[in-house]
């Protein structure tokens, strides 16, 4: 962790950088759609694994994805996505653009 922090200034930075520092807003209509892992969670979970951590399988990462907010997997009629993906949409227009650029 302290080589990812001292590398990128902080693991933030690190892990929004596989997603453009944009959250990904997924638009399932089904439960059976949303993966249990993708392509992106695969390429960060060998990321991680080549720089020493462990028990960060593909699985795991796109979990922490999920949890994190670096993906909105909300169903399409849950009353929450309409919500997360405003509210993702604000932080680029309110500031977190601006957040983000600090970052880089």
């Given at each position: 962790m302290m080589q990812v922090i001292e590398e990128f200034g902080s693991f933030e930075k690190y892990i929004w950088s596989f997603v453009n520092h944009k959250p990904i807003?997924?638009?399932f209509r089904y439960p059976r759609q949303v993966p249990v892992k993708t392509p992106k969670a695969e390429v960060i979970s060998k990321d991680l694994v080549r720089r020493g951590f462990r028990s960060v399988g593909p699985t795991v990462v796109y979990?922490?994805?999920q949890v994190a907010g670096l993906t909105n997997d909300h169903l399409i009629s849950c009353f929450r996505f309409q919500e997360c993906t405003a509210t993702a949409e604000a932080g680029e227009r309110d500031g977190e653009k601006d957040r983000r650029e600090n970052l880089q």
């Open positions: 807003v997924s638009q979990t922490f994805m």
